[in-house]
């Protein structure tokens, strides 16, 4: 694993988010690149042009769960040493994966709305993360991440999904409240983490060339299910914890023990 001072981890913790230089060897990603470019060939779901698009789908191609449908995808999602990462900087035990998912932002695709991602997560814990993991050397005007630095430690907004109005009143919290907005590139092997309730957006791909990202989201490995989740959190129980009830802990098979300390 690659060394995750003291000081990355309390950046993590204080900002909700930390770039990882050469957090992976570039190698690896080459061949990673080329299967996930056939899975997406394969399940692309959206069919429509870009311009007959909702906002969510003009921002990116998402397929998830990738690690189900190729060995070479599993071996990578289920690499220790970004397990080992994930859990050193939450400061936890042990992690489990939640999901993976490929977010491929086509050439010419749009900005990703302000949000935050656990709004969608029926998990009981703020212990989440996303490694999101360009496939290529990633510069501002391919749609790069930003985050509102400190977003995570406040509540506003944690209603609001992915969409037009997420956009509106995230611009207008992240201004009003004096959130710094983060504005990093990314090199190939480069990573980037962010919490669940962290606020964060992509701009648009201005360039003539796909975008292409893996991610994997980890959560603490005694992470339980809400005891309330919304109709919203519930369509991501079915999908990543199934048959979990609430206030159970999470252990199906879709969400495996990838790093646990000694
Ligand atoms: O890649 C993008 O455009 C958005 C990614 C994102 O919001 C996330 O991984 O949480």
């Keep these: ?79 220790q040493d970004l397990a080992e990462i994930a859990a050193t900087i939450m400061g936890v035990n042990g992690v489990r994966l939640y999901h993976d998912q490929a977010l491929f932002k086509e050439a010419g695709g749009g900005p990703t709305p302000w949000h935050v991602d656990q709004v969608y997560w029926p998990l009981d814990t703020r212990n989440t993360c996303t490694f999101w993991i360009p496939l290529q050397r990633t510069p501002w005007e391919m749609g790069t991440l930003s985050f509102a630095r400190g977003s995570h430690l406040k509540n506003g907004g944690r209603d609001m999904v992915i969409s037009d109005e997420s956009e509106a009143f995230f611009s207008e919290y992240v201004k009003q409240t004096g959130f710094e907005v983060s504005a990093d590139e990314f090199e190939l092997g480069d990573i980037s983490v962010h919490a669940g309730w962290t606020v964060h957006h992509a701009g648009p791909n201005l360039t003539d060339q796909a975008r292409e990202v893996m991610t994997i989201i980890y959560m603490a490995d005694d992470t339980r299910l809400l005891k309330s989740p919304t109709k919203t959190q519930l369509v991501d129980r079915d999908a990543f914890t199934p048959g979990v009830q609430p206030g159970e802990l999470i252990t199906t098979p879709l969400n495996p023990v990838l790093f646990r300390k000694n």
């Design 1 to 79: 694993m690659v060394d995750i001072s003291v000081e990355m981890q309390e950046k993590y913790r204080r900002d909700g988010y930390i770039r990882i230089p050469q957090g992976v060897d570039a190698g690896s990603l080459g061949l990673l690149s080329r299967e996930l470019r056939n899975l997406m060939v394969k399940l692309n779901p959206n069919s429509a042009p870009i311009e007959m698009r909702s906002t969510y789908k003009k921002a990116f191609t998402q397929v998830t769960n990738l690690w189900q449908k190729s060995d070479l995808v599993k071996t990578f999602v289920f690499r």
